[in-house]
């Protein structure tokens, strides 16, 4: 068994592969020439049709590869590469997986197979395909597996009504690093989080035996099809029922390979043309100190500052899955500071509480382009500035990668030619500090174009579906990937270029509702909580809350900084404020959001910007003017913000 700093990453596909050198006759395989590899010290090889078809599909055999091989003769045949590695007896772990990548981007890259793959499984082999299947279900053409093993707790656990195998059971425990009570208790068997295979329909086919004792369909493929089918996933299930079995109903003849042959080739056949994600990111000035964290100090903090889209499940649960998986060795702190309809204003003044606070991060994602549409440009610019010269000035080592999401806007105005403000101000500030930049925004837009999804099957409102989120995590993903470096001697300290705008909000940090001095109709609630059945959201409720609900209420706010605001909760009796900052004219400002009347919604209020670093007051009182749609002039304070 591989001990982990074997293959811990392998450095992330940084290995130097060694393929063997040209064939003779005595490397056939069924009258076929077969290439041997050495792939990060395990053998590997890939059978080469006379013939190959346009595109290079191929076929990857994932366990028992000289068994049953009808079909990858037909295949040969008509035009298909099969291919294989060997990490026997690691049964689907996530370090076998591993090892996968590092042969699919062998066999993509240096010998331009085609992007998207047939696995074929047999038997245990299932636990390998549907592993690295649902790591990569873009990548997927079609899966065919024989007499699958889709619960490990089946076989070789014996758990169910298989008699399983104690041997392999302790053997799976080891090389999976488990105890009895968390194998039983693993929740990523072929069987389970199958989401994303069916959001890209990858067509699923099993030939069982009905009389299979060792891995029982009732426990094994009937379980995965109910559960794939309920999630949209087209699967069949074909009983082999002819022919003498062995191995207590598990070993069968094939009895149509020729028809299975076209279930591959159907669906792996012609080649579609995927656009590939490196296309949208940039690398920048990398992640070195990242991966020096991961793979020196093997101790690393990833947080995620965003709105909705980086807290809903999804794409991050996958980025930290990845990383834990791709870094085994690792000790990974994950800080989740997602929070729905948050944009670059609130994550500014955000950032300290939220993530700083909690101590060193190693690698912070910043996505705030779909919630600052409507926001001006000057303010996500000394916004998104702010952020990171925050974030590089808590700690110079922090390394930091900023992301643009999508939003039907943005792929209306790449329709007339245009570039969303959004987009060009998350990009200019990516480039000016020589950060690490995904334009999601851009790569949606294509591949709707391309016909590799639909906004209306993959994207909910604006928030990516199951479809959508994949396309989110292996984007990401490539971008980690292409950061990697064949190794980490050093760090290096950020040297923060001068400012894009002098006034960005680099020292934002929330100021307490106690530091008001309210004059009249204020008061200070210990934990509010609406009656009125709308929907809330987590940190805008049952939380001290400094509200006014009538018309002259008055307070003042002193604070020190160049700028400041107000995080308000408004509901659907909002009214509207009018403040003045050091005594000039009064400017009013309606609370009411387009969303009254659903929820009551976090929204932040930059009232004094660009001041000189001093002492300042900002005076605010309820108007007796109130927005038509309002039921009242309520102005609910959570917190006052501010740049000191």
């Known amino acids: 068994m591989l001990k982990p700093k074997h293959y811990i990453i392998l450095l992330l596909l940084t290995v130097a592969f060694a393929p063997a050198k040209a064939q003779d006759k005595n490397n056939l395989w069924k009258g076929f020439e077969k290439v041997q590899l050495n792939i990060a010290g395990h053998d590997a090889y890939y059978v080469k049709p006379a013939n190959p078809l346009p595109g290079n599909p191929w076929v990857w055999r994932t366990s028992f590869p000289d ?45 331009a197979f085609a992007p998207k793959v047939a696995m074929e499984a047999v038997s245990r082999g299932a636990l390998y395909a549907y592993a690295w299947a649902k790591r990569n279900p873009d990548k997927v053409t079609c899966i065919y597996a024989e007499t699958p093993v889709c619960d490990f707790k089946s076989w070789p656990g014996g758990k ?43 067509p699923i086919l099993h030939t069982i035996s009905l009389e299979d004792k060792l891995a029982p ?48 080739y159907n669906n792996s056949y012609p080649v579609q043309k995927i656009l590939p994600y490196t296309n949208y990111v940039k690398t920048a000035g990398g992640l070195n100190n990242f991966y020096y964290a991961v793979t020196v100090k093997k101790k690393a903090t990833v947080s995620f500052l965003g709105g909705s889209i980086t807290f809903n499940p999804g794409w991050r649960d996958k980025i930290c899955k990845y990383l834990k998986e791709t870094y085994p060795e690792t000790d990974f702190h994950f800080i989740a500071a997602g929070i729905p309809s948050l944009g670059s204003l609130p994550h ?31 303010t996500q610019v000394r916004a998104l500035e702010g952020i990171l010269r925050h974030a590089k000035l808590s700690n110079p080592m922090m390394d930091v990668i900023m992301m643009a999401f999508v939003d039907p806007q943005k792929i209306d105005n790449y329709a007339k030619g245009k570039v969303s403000p959004e987009l060009l101000n998350h990009q200019l500030v990516a480039g000016h500090y020589n950060l690490p930049y995904v334009n999601l925004a851009l790569e949606v837009n294509d591949k709707i174009k391309n016909k590799e999804l639909t906004w209306a099957d993959d994207f909910k409102d604006i928030h990516p579906w199951y479809h959508g989120q994949e396309i989110y995590f292996e984007t990401m993903k490539a971008l980690l990937q292409e950061c990697v470096a064949a190794n980490y001697t050093i760090q290096v300290k950020a040297v923060l270029p001068k400012p894009i705008d002098k006034a960005s909000y680099n020292n934002g940090s929330y100021y307490n509702i106690n530091n008001a001095k309210l004059d009249k109709g204020w008061s200070i609630h210990p934990k ?23 018309p002259g209420s008055e307070l003042t706010l ?40 659903w929820i009551h919604l976090g929204v932040y209020h930059l009232l004094a910007d660009n001041l000189t670093n001093g002492n300042h007051t900002i005076r605010i009182k309820i108007s007796d003017k109130k927005n038509s749609q309002s039921k009242g002039h309520v102005c609910r304070i959570v917190n006052f913000f501010v740049n000191r």
């Open 67 to 111: 068994w049953h091989t009808e079909m990858d003769s037909i295949l040969l045949a008509k035009g298909f590469y099969i291919a294989f590695i060997n990490v026997d007896n690691q049964y689907g772990a996530p370090n076998a997986i591993n090892f996968y990548d590092v042969f699919y981007k062998y066999l993509t890259t240096q010998v």
């Open 160 to 202: 169910l009504k298989s008699p399983g195998d104690a041997a392999a059971w302790n053997e799976l425990k080891q090389v999976y690093h488990f105890t009895e009570e968390q194998a039983l208790a693993y929740n990523d068997n072929p069987i389970d989080n199958l989401e994303g295979l069916a959001s890209f329909r990858v």
């Open 217 to 264: 369909p009732a426990e094994n493929s009937d379980v995965l099809a109910k559960r794939y089918i309920a999630l949209g996933g087209p699967i069949s299930i074909h009983p082999i029922t002819q022919g003498s079995l062995e191995l207590q109903g598990h070993h069968f003849t094939v009895d149509r390979p020729e028809y299975y042959a076209n279930f591959i």
């Open 348 to 378: 500014a003044f955000r950032l300290q509480r939220d993530i700083l606070d909690s101590g060193k991060t190693d690698l912070l994602f910043v996505e705030a382009a779909v919630n600052d549409r409507g926001t001006d440009s000057t």
């Open 528 to 550: 509010w909580n609406p009656r009125d059945g709308l929907s809330t959201r987590p940190g805008f409720v049952d939380v001290p809350m400094l509200i006014a609900t009538e």
């Open 558 to 597: 002193p604070f020190k900084g160049t700028a400041a605001g107000i995080a308000v909760v408004a509901g659907p009796d909002a009214g509207i404020i009018s403040y003045s900052v050091d005594g000039g004219a009064y400017k009013e400002l309606d609370l009411l959001t387009e969303f009254y009347s």
